[in-house]
């Protein structure tokens, strides 16, 4: 334990200190430091496409709290981690986020990563937004951590309603090795076969090959009129090619919202992916908070918002609101004020501005994301509906439809 000397004075020399600490120096005078947002996310490695996503979302968030005065009278900055794609490399990134950082709350990382940095996150007591899709999350009792993006059991359901109402009848499976994609494909199992679908084959691709020309034989052997696919963009170039020379494609696709990632279009090829397969995605509701969040993304990025980074971008504002509804960066205050400002009642607003005005009249809020209500439920979880979307020839996306919450849940039962 270390002493204390120097009685009153040095008392007070430290108490200048730290009040020095909090503002930094800028011409004309000093300004509030700014409240550390840490992102944990995949920048290198086979999810670098997700890891855009979140990173990209959470600047667009950035730029609406800043614009709008910042947290509690202080801009946010962004400090950045690259997990690596590997849970073991996210290990050394979350201790530097947490410990040079000194990060107040943390946006990611995704399903690959969690359980490698959750007894850290735990034992700092870091709030944090999970933009990952595992089902093991769906009975989540930690504190700390709280996840707007649908599950992937919510995913794989909406993936087996869309199959269904398409007509599709006798289904393969198509997944590579990764410990996620078990928890994906055992809802897509279930629902199809209660639908009346059967599924004929359960293929699985390891990563990185240079052909999986006897894993297709096998596929196109069983013969499917559907598939269920979700890989790393890699593979499926190589993938999409031995389907081309066994059967030139003749069997429609299924994917998940990474098969709508633009690394993943850009590797199979616009016009292959136009022609085989859809994707689900989280949904963005037309209105108010979609808009804002559209209107914000043109104004930092020149190309058209990446698939799921509105998952990050509300997330952000729901820590920053929390924030400042705490009037405090105390995290236990902080995760107690999550609901106040998702769940109703409340004052409904669509936007950080709105959000921090509303707050600052001492009104009770329920924000309105960019990915849809962002109700959290008592495991920390949120609900939405699914976009099915195709890539046009040049690559950009389309929606043909969209799967209600109510309509998935339902299915799911």
């Not at 943390?106 to 969690?114: A, H, K, V």
């Not at 850290?120 to 933009?131: A, E, G, S, T």
């Not at 890699?234 to 090619?241: C, D, F």
């Not at 996306?397 to 919450?405: N, R």
């Amino acid at each position: 334990m270390m002493s204390i000397r120097g009685g009153r004075n040095s008392m007070m020399l430290v108490a200048v200190a730290l009040a020095a600490a909090l503002l930094v120096a800028v011409p004309g005078g000093t300004a509030p430091a700014p409240i550390s947002f840490g992102v944990l996310a995949a920048m290198t490695g086979v999810h670098a496409d997700v890891g855009a996503a979140i990173l990209e979302g959470a600047r667009v968030a950035q730029r609406a709290i800043n614009d709008a005065g910042g947290i509690l009278g202080r801009p946010m900055e962004i400090h950045l981690a690259d997990t690596q794609s590997d849970a073991a490399d996210a290990v050394p990134a979350e201790n530097k986020l947490i410990g040079a950082n000194r990060i107040v709350v943390q946006i990611g990382p995704t399903s690959t990563e969690l359980f490698a940095v959750r007894p850290i996150i735990d034992n700092n007591r870091v709030p944090m937004i999970f933009l990952g899709g595992t089902t093991v999350f769906d009975t989540n009792t930690d504190n700390w951590i709280w996840r707007p993006n649908p599950s992937d059991s919510q995913l794989s359901v909406a993936m087996a309603v869309y199959a269904i109402k398409k007509g599709f009848r006798n289904a393969a499976l198509v997944f590579y090795t990764d410990i996620t994609n078990e928890t994906l494909k055992a809802p897509i199992v279930k629902t199809f076969q209660k639908l009346g679908g059967k599924i004929v084959a359960d293929v699985k691709l390891t990563a990185g090959q240079t052909s999986y020309r006897s894993e297709v034989e096998r596929v196109v052997s069983a013969h499917p009129d559907v598939i269920f696919t979700q890989t790393d963009p890699g593979t499926a170039a190589v993938m999409y090619a031995n389907f081309k020379e066994l059967n030139n494609l003749a069997v429609p696709m299924i994917g998940t919202d990474l098969t709508a990632g633009s690394n993943y279009i850009k590797s199979v090829t616009p016009a292959v992916a136009h022609q085989v397969l859809v994707s689900l995605v989280g949904s963005t509701p037309p209105g108010g908070a979609a808009d804002a969040f559209n209107a914000l993304y043109a104004k930092v990025y020149t190309h058209q918002p990446l698939e799921s980074a509105n998952y990050a971008y509300d997330g952000t504002l729901v820590m920053a609101l929390a924030i400042q509804k705490a009037g405090s960066l105390d995290p236990e205050k902080i995760v107690q004020s999550i609901p106040m400002v998702t769940n109703p009642p409340g004052v409904v607003v669509y936007n950080y501005q709105d959000g921090l005005a509303a707050l600052t009249a001492g009104k009770k809020i329920k924000l309105y994301g960019a990915s849809g209500p962002l109700v959290f439920d008592k495991f920390h979880n949120a609900y939405g509906p699914f976009d099915v979307v195709q890539a046009g020839l040049d690559g950009k996306l389309v929606t043909l439809m969209t799967i209600s919450a109510d309509e998935i849940q339902k299915s799911a039962q």
